[in-house]
């Protein structure tokens, strides 16, 4: 499995299985966007023309947390598929949110591993029973 996540503040929020293929009115959806892609976009105030894949990417991943941050399920479905189809080698989409924003990183170069929880006892030089 090559799954996608996304990453809000640390915590996993969404994964996209890439081995379940999309249905076609899904596939012609995306290639419907694509084609909006290639009359041009505007990114944070920036009209783009002709944008590169690296834009595409940005415009999606913001969509993508729009859909995450205002609970339109539809939006960021899409974001995520589109992300996934045209980025094969995307692994994670970590973002952060807080008072400044919102600020993401496309992860081309590690997959998602869950973090683990190891709890130690006796740090504070207390022996058990003690």
């Not at 959806?29 to 892609?37: R, V």
């Not at 991943?61 to 080698?89: C, F, H, N």
Request: hydrophobic share 35%; proline share 5%; net charge negative.
């Amino acid at each position: 499995m090559n799954p996608l996540v996304l990453l809000v503040n640390d915590q996993l929020t969404l994964q996209y299985d890439r081995s379940q293929e999309l249905p076609e009115h899904q596939r012609e959806y995306l290639e419907k966007l694509d084609a909006k892609f290639d009359r041009g976009i505007e990114l944070q105030g920036e009209n783009l023309p002709n944008p590169d894949v690296g834009q595409r990417a940005r415009y999606m991943a913001l969509s993508l947390m729009e859909g995450i941050i205002y609970q339109e399920d539809a939006k960021a479905a899409v974001s995520m598929a589109w992300l996934a189809t045209r980025l094969p080698d995307l692994k994670q989409v970590k973002a952060i949110v807080d008072e400044q924003g919102t600020h993401f990183d496309l992860i081309f170069d590690r997959e998602y591993q869950p973090h683990t929880v190891v709890e130690f006892s006796g740090l504070d030089g207390n022996k058990k029973g003690d």
